[in-house]
């Protein structure tokens, strides 16, 4: 493990065999990307430029991943009706949590060791390939187990097998770890037009077992098939353009990365199951239509915040290069991406809640009309889970990946126990109840740990002008309210536009 008290906060990493010398003040880390194929062309153009275009090709993968995964899901539901749609989410939620086993953040740990080092990544890719792939021999058992204990039907359980197939052992334990290599050799474009060949697929898929009336398990044959496929091209991607693919186990290296995953991987697992135990306590207590109703809004929160993360992803290589400098680097980087994105998104989080009956009847028809309360109480998440990840990955490029099982876990403790408390009494409403308030601790206990990692205030300046501005906003729409729902709107975002610029949006103060 590196080590949390070192000069700024992690020890140097070397390769293995390698020695890390004291340079008197210097980090010692092994010149990033010393000799990548992509280095000749990073040195052409900034590195502000090359961040900005992987962010933006970034936001346009994840934007067709968003519409792609939010059209199938809109079929599904309005297809299967509510209680259809809540068995379908059950399946998902189930196979998602066990994903989770696998995933561990060895990507991320792959794409800031690949960052830091020489070399050309295929030693450091085999290991976390390898690694996955024994975690996925440790998790079948425990998965051949849980689910022949449910309660369910045959098809069901054939259901879950299939999406386990498809989520845990193609996407997580391959496709994802892949992707990683485009965005550390600036090709995230490559990426963005893979996830386009394989959403279209999928929804040609997804269409057509709707169509024919088929089975759960027909519909998640298709969604395999889809995973497959892309797996297969990212594979042959990678392999021919950025590094042969070795199926060797190096393993000095997978113990590193084991190490080194290990705060993340219980972090993660403690994450999977925040965003999927909701789904399974309403299962248990209540029953399918209550977990779609659950389901239908608060799926259009993830896959929004699964949307935004990536582009907080792409600042991984570059805070981790600044972290091996000085603190106030990572602070500074990531006080005013914050800033801004509180910016956007705090006006629309707002519309959001405002329109939320009105998304939920034409995403999903009349029937979840009852649930717009899930999108309204819930919208919030969109900038508080976002901002978590962000400062996750500055706390992964200080190297403190415990810190974020401490917030993780704390926001997953206080879930479960009011999900217990709420669900059996207010059922879907118990649950959005429960996520709010644990979101809401989450976020504060991520911001605290971040601002201690990098010696900034507790409260951050960087907050003060989107979130007033907020404030007037939600203040002005309430008070022109009879005016009607869009004029308010419509003069709610004058009024914060006029507020916001008022109190001067640059320069952005950061604190160090």
Sequence with gaps: MMAEDSGTGFQP????????????????????????????????????????RNTVWNLVAKGVDFLGNLIATIMIARVLGVEGFGQFSFVVAFATLFSMGMDWGLDYILVREISRRTGDGRVEFAAVLGLKF??????????????????????????????????????????????????????????????????????????????????????????????????????????????????????????????????????????????????????????DTQVGLFSSGYRIIVATVAFITPAFAVLLPELSRKASESLSGVSTLSSKVAHYFLAVTIPGVVVLALVAKTVMVILYGQSFAVAAP????????????????????GLVSLSKPWWILIATGLGLVIN????????????????????????????????????????????????????????????????????????????????????????GLLPVRTDH
């Excluded at 990683?180 to 697929?201: E, N, S, W």
């Excluded at 729409?477 to 006029?498: F, H, K």
């Design 13 to 52: 990493v070397a390769k293995h065999g390698q020695d890390v010398h004291d340079t008197g003040g210097t980090t010692g880390v092994p010149p990033v990307n010393g000799n990548h194929e992509q280095d000749a062309h990073e040195t052409s153009k900034p590195r502000a430029v090359i961040v900005a």
């Design 134 to 287: 024994l975690f996925l021999l440790a998790l079948m058992p425990v998965l051949i187990v849980a689910n022949s204990t449910l309660s369910m039907t045959k098809g069901v359980r054939t259901a879950i097998y299939l999406a386990a197939a498809g989520i845990m052992m193609i996407r997580v334990g391959f496709t994802r770890t892949a992707e990683g290599i485009f965005l550390v050799r600036d090709a995230v474009a490559q990426k963005a037009l893979i996830i386009i060949l394989y959403q279209v697929v999928r929804l040609i898929g997804v269409a057509y077992v709707l169509w024919s009336k088929g089975s759960l398990i027909m519909m998640f044959a298709v969604m395999l098939a889809a995973d497959a496929l892309q797996a297969l091209v990212v594979g042959f991607w990678i392999h021919s353009r950025h590094l042969p693919i070795s199926l060797r186990l190096p393993k000095q290296e997978i113990s590193f990365f084991f190490s080194q995953a290990l705060p993340l991987g219980i972090t993660l697992c403690c994450i999977g199951i925040f965003y999927q135990q909701d789904t399974l306590i309403l299962k248990h207590f209540t029953d």
């Design 374 to 393: 899930v999108l309204q109480f819930l919208s919030v998440v969109v900038f508080l889970g976002s901002l978590e990840f962000l400062f996750a990955m």
């Design 416 to 503: 479960v126990g009011l999900n217990l408390l709420w669900i059996p009494k207010w059922a879907f409403m118990g649950a959005v109840y429960a996520k709010l308030i644990a979101e809401i601790v989450t976020f504060c206990a991520y911001l605290m740990l971040f601002q201690l990692a990098v010696g900034g205030s507790m409260f951050p300046r960087w907050m003060l002008r989107p979130v007033a501005a907020g404030v007037v906003m939600v203040l002005v729409v309430l008070v022109s309210s009879p005016l009607g729902m869009i004029p308010s709107i419509v003069i709610g975002l004058g009024v914060y536009a006029l507020s916001f610029f008022a109190t």
